[in-house]
């Protein structure tokens, strides 16, 4: 399978034929782990991801947990209203096609830019969002203007970069020489 854009190939990781094991966990690499994440991990949820946060009500594909239910039936769908010949054409454009948030969003219901709030895939589990699971402990570095802080807060578990600028951009800040390796 070929997308347009790296954002569909986690949709694709939903795909049955890649085996995955019960639980997924999925986030993006430029995600970083700044505390013990175990407590997160094993939520006993069959669906769990953040709040987007430019758009709070919306849904964001930078950390993703699913099972195997949940996983099937978001494949189902994709492949129900996708084509083959449509993935090359699959970007990021929320006016045409979406994106991988608001495909989640309508899989699960979750009305932002999807205003139908009736979810798209069958049996579509609660959305549990770590935003509101655990308070504080899941932040951006843009909105939360982490780029003004020398330290940490310590109930801060991730830091989720979203578009510029990138980890590798900001290596020199204090926080960042301890919770992220360049060598």
């Given at each position: ?63 993703i947990m699913w099972d195997k239910q949940t996983r099937d039936n978001v494949w189902e ?107």
């Amino acid at each position: 399978m070929v997308y347009n854009t790296v954002w569909w190939y986690i949709i694709g990781l939903t795909n049955p034929q890649h085996e995955h094991n019960d639980r997924v966990v999925y986030m993006d690499l430029d995600t970083i782990i700044t505390g013990n994440i175990d407590d997160i991990l094993q939520q006993d949820v069959p669906f769990a991801t953040i709040s987007d946060f430019g758009w709070p009500a919306g849904l964001q594909t930078a950390w993703i947990m699913w099972d195997k239910q949940t996983r099937d039936n978001v494949w189902e769908y994709f492949t129900t209203k996708y084509k083959p010949e449509d993935y090359p054409h699959l970007d990021c454009d929320y006016t045409q096609w979406g994106g991988t948030n608001q495909f989640l969003e309508e899989c699960m219901g979750v009305v932002r830019i999807n205003k139908n709030p009736i979810p798209a895939i069958k049996n579509a589990p609660p959305v549990v969002r770590l935003q509101t699971v655990f308070p504080g402990s899941c932040v951006s570095y843009k909105v939360n203007k982490l780029d003004k802080i020398k330290q940490l807060d310590e109930h801060i578990k991730m830091v989720f970069f979203h578009g510029s600028p990138m980890p590798h951009q900001v290596k020199e800040i204090e926080w960042m020489k301890t919770h992220w390796n360049t060598t």
